[in-house]
C-alpha cells in the first residue's frame, strides 16, 4: 500500500492518502513514521483519502489489537478526536467501514465515512472544496 501523509499544523489535521492494496505492515510503518514526526499532535482531526484504494489485506485481530493501542493514546491526551474517512468507491467504502467501526462507541470520538471531498471537508471545518484546493493553500 503506497500510502503518504501530509501534517497541516495550522489546521490542526492529518491527511493521509491510500493506492494500491492496504496492507497492514505498510500502513503500521507509515503509522510509526507519522507517531515520530516532530508535527504530530493527538488532538490532529484525521482524514483518510482512500479514494485510490484497489483493494485490502487484512489480518483482522492485528488490526483489532492496532486500534485497542491507539484508542489508550488517543483518549489518555485529547477529550476530542475526530476521523473523516473519504472513502468513494465500493471497495474503499467497504474498508472504511472497517477502518471507523473500532472507534463507534469510544467516547469523544467522531469517526464517519464519507463519499464527497467537500462533505469530508466541511465535516473537519475546512473551507475547501477539495483535498488539492486545501492541500495547495496550506502551501502557500
Known sequence: MPGQFSILPERGLIYVRCEGRFRLPEAEALMDEYYAHP???????R???LSGLTGYDVDFQRMLAIHAEKTHVFTEKTADMMMVVFAPTTVSREFGQLLVAPWRGVSGMVATVQSDEAAALAILGQ???SFA???AACAM
Open 39 to 45: 508535527d504530530m499532535r493527538p488532538d490532529m482531526k
Open 47 to 49: 482524514l483518510f483519502d
Open 127 to 129: 473551507p475547501e472544496q
Open 133 to 135: 484546493g486545501m492541500l
